[in-house]
């Protein structure tokens, strides 16, 4: 299956990445379209190669490093009892899991933070997805110990299930319920939760205040900024097992799961 067919589509007027569905920007309206970068012709947004010279759209690459913003606030310390965190601020109780080298939280964060967001206002909705925060929110309701992930623990998440051989990382990564089964591409890839991850489609919130794709997509907050207004984050399909990063703008709100600063 072609990777690149499935990538969100950026908007040539806003910036904004959108579902692989989308006709039109879920943020200014924009009709969606995509850039041959052989023969810079318009190339319709479901086109998989250009009308002009045939060649097979290819997502760019950028592989910026910058320096991952330290912590706005210092938190009260939180316990860990019997495999689990607990959070002393709220009380609120998240299972840890151990990944090769690494020990994440197994559940979105749910920390009632500003700039942080239940799905549609619906706070029903928080204890199975958790809530939706801006970068900038991500940042700085972290509690100590703890923190955002960064693009380098990622690609280690990735390179660790990519070594037990047992299906795309994807899929590894997705639970077992929750994801949509059918579609506009068709019948949805199910989650194995192969590590203990257990990743939620909880969609998102667009910097409008736009909510969608629950059910559909997972949107995962990193630690490392593109530039002054936008950051990476990592996205899950219910119709695919690819683990793929994007970036977007930091005041849309994305799910945050956290890793151990061992």
Known sequence: ???????????????????????YCGECGTKLIKTCFHCSSKIPVKSKYCNICGSRYEEPKAEIQVEVPAHVFTMPTPKEEGGYL??????????????????WLAENFRFSAQNSFAYDGKNDHVDSYGR?????????????????PTRKDFK?????????????????????????????????????????FSAKPFGNRTSS???????????????????????????????????????????????????KDL
């Open 1 to 23: 299956m072609d990777n690149n067919f499935f990538s969100l589509y950026k908007c040539p007027k806003c910036g904004e990445h959108n579902s692989p569905d989308s006709i």
């Open 86 to 103: 607990i959070d002393t601020r709220d009380q609120q109780k998240y299972k840890m899991v151990k990944i090769g080298n690494q020990v």
């Open 132 to 148: 939706l925060y801006t970068w900038e929110s991500a940042l700085k309701c972290v509690p100590t110990g703890w923190r955002l």
């Open 156 to 196: 280690e998440l990735m390179h660790y299930c990519k070594s037990l051989g047992k299906g795309d990382v994807g899929t590894m990564l997705k639970s077992r319920d929750l994801w949509k089964t059918q579609g506009i591409f068709g019948p949805g890839t199910p989650g194995t939760d192969a590590v203990g």
């Open 209 to 259: 205040g736009v909510f969608g794709y629950l059910g559909s997509f997972a949107y995962f907050w990193c630690a490392d900024e593109e530039n002054e207004s936008r950051a990476y984050y990592r996205h899950l399909s219910y119709f695919t097992g690819i683990f793929q990063e994007l970036t977007c703008k930091k005041d849309c709100a994305f799910s945050v799961r956290l890793i």
